[in-house]
């Protein structure tokens, strides 16, 4: 059974910082990683979606990684800014399976 | 595209009431999922439909709740009787051809609340 694992759970930076959202799986036998962010009282936004063949994307100042073997992918953030302060999702696709979710990231940028 | 609409955005209702929940997918997708997020345990998909056709109900709680979709842009969640610990936000999300490589939108959610 796929489980994906977020870590940290909650994280703080300065303005201006660069950042790292880490995220697991246990079943390296994917076909794709999906990061999302939620904002507060809101639905979840889909930022970027790596396919199993790719080893990054890139949008923005966003750029999230795929290490398949190792079962890892990271979201990483330029620059950051008050606006990126939300909850960040890694989500995972097997195949013939929905997507299995992380608990999630809750960033925090302070001005 | 309008996105994924739900309807209610809020519902607070007294235990033992019945309460609908309802989500119109993105016009072509034809995958259709309901999700439940709590602060406990996260997000957990409780359905998914595929062309209206139910795939997956086994992370439907109990026999208290049932989803329907009988057409390709409307479903419901139905929720009967309600209980306290159903209080969550509900999410619709839909994809095209979904499960291997397209990305799932989702709706802004309904919170439920059962007092």
């Known amino acids: 059974k796929q489980e994906v694992t977020q870590i940290p759970a909650a994280l703080s930076v300065p303005e201006g910082e660069n950042l790292v959202l880490n995220c697991s799986f246990t079943?390296?036998?994917?076909?794709?990683l999906q990061w999302f962010r939620q904002d507060p009282g809101k639905g979840l936004t889909s930022l970027l979606l790596?396919?199993?063949?790719?080893r990054e994307q890139t949008s923005g100042r966003l750029n999230a990684s795929l290490d398949k073997s190792s079962g890892r992918s990271t979201l990483y953030i330029a620059a950051s800014q008050p606006g990126d302060s939300a909850t960040y999702l890694c989500?995972?696709?097997?195949?013939?399976?929905?997507?299995?979710f992380g608990k999630g990231t809750r960033l925090s940028v302070i001005a | 595209d309008a996105g994924v609409i739900q309807s209610p955005r809020h519902e607070v209702t007294e235990m033992g009431q019945e309460v609908t929940l309802r989500c119109k997918p993105i016009?072509?997708?034809?995958?259709l999922f309901w999700y439940r997020q709590t602060m406990m345990r996260g997000l957990e998909l409780l359905i998914y439909?595929?062309?209206?056709?139910?795939?997956?109900d086994s992370g439907m709680p109990e026999d208290r709740f049932s989803a329907k979709m009988p057409n390709a842009s409307f479903s419901t969640l139905k929720i009967q009787p309600s209980e306290p610990r159903d209080s969550a936000v509900y999410f619709c999300?839909?994809?095209?051809?979904?499960?291997?490589?397209?990305?799932?939108?989702f709706g802004p959610g309904t919170r439920l609340t059962v007092l």
């Open positions: 999300a839909s994809s095209f051809s979904g499960l291997s490589g397209n990305e799932q939108f």
């Open positions: 079943d390296s036998a994917i076909y794709n």
């Open positions: 790596i396919q199993s063949s790719q």
């Open positions: 989500a995972v696709n097997s195949g013939n399976t929905p997507l299995v």
């Open positions: 016009s072509g997708h034809d995958y």
């Open positions: 439909f595929n062309n209206n056709v139910p795939i997956d």
